[in-house]
């Protein structure tokens, strides 16, 4: 069954029941999301920008400013289907104005590249970026509100099945 507006609008009072897909609502019963700064994620202008910014969210669980993270162009190109210009030049450029755009959003302080050549063919490039303070910030919040999240649980006596994962965060 399902309700429109019109319908919840004539009985606010009413209680509704909301299905979940399976993986999502396993996230939540056993405490296993990360929070993050969704308007900052919605507000990158490229879908290769939002991807980064959410693979840096699950590298920087352990954030701190003394912290690097790299990353290849060969598995940039591979994992994420976004790479699909025709020149391997144009994918780099690509990957240098998402970057560019991580740090006018005050995500990445700095970002280097090491570029491995063959002779003068481009053989594999190294990304390696630094966070920005405030991002730093936001990702030791997110991991304290998840741990206290936890604690809180464990208080009311739910039994939290965690993953290696989870239990490491």
């Not at 509100?145 to 993953?163: I, K, P, Y």
């Amino acid at each position: 069954m399902t309700v429109d507006r019109d319908e919840y609008l004539a009985d606010t009072d009413a209680q509704h029941l909301v299905r979940l897909p399976l993986f999502i609502s396993h996230a939540i019963n056993q405490l296993e999301h990360r929070q993050f700064n969704y308007d900052r994620l919605m507000s990158c202008n490229e879908q290769l920008t939002r991807r980064l910014y959410k693979q840096l969210i699950h590298r920087f669980r352990q954030a701190s400013f003394m912290n690097d993270y790299h990353f290849m162009y060969s598995n940039l190109e591979r994992d994420s289907g976004l790479l699909q210009l025709g020149r391997s030049n144009d994918n780099r450029r690509k990957v240098s104005a998402a970057l560019d755009e991580l740090v006018s959003r005050s995500v990445l302080i700095s970002d280097g590249t090491d570029v491995w050549k063959e002779g003068r063919k481009f053989v594999d490039t190294k990304y390696t970026v630094h966070p920005y303070p405030d991002f730093v910030g936001e990702q030791k919040a997110a991991k304290k509100r998840g741990r206290d999240d936890h604690m809180r649980a464990l208080q009311a006596g739910v039994d939290l099945q965690l993953s290696a994962a989870a239990r490491w965060r």
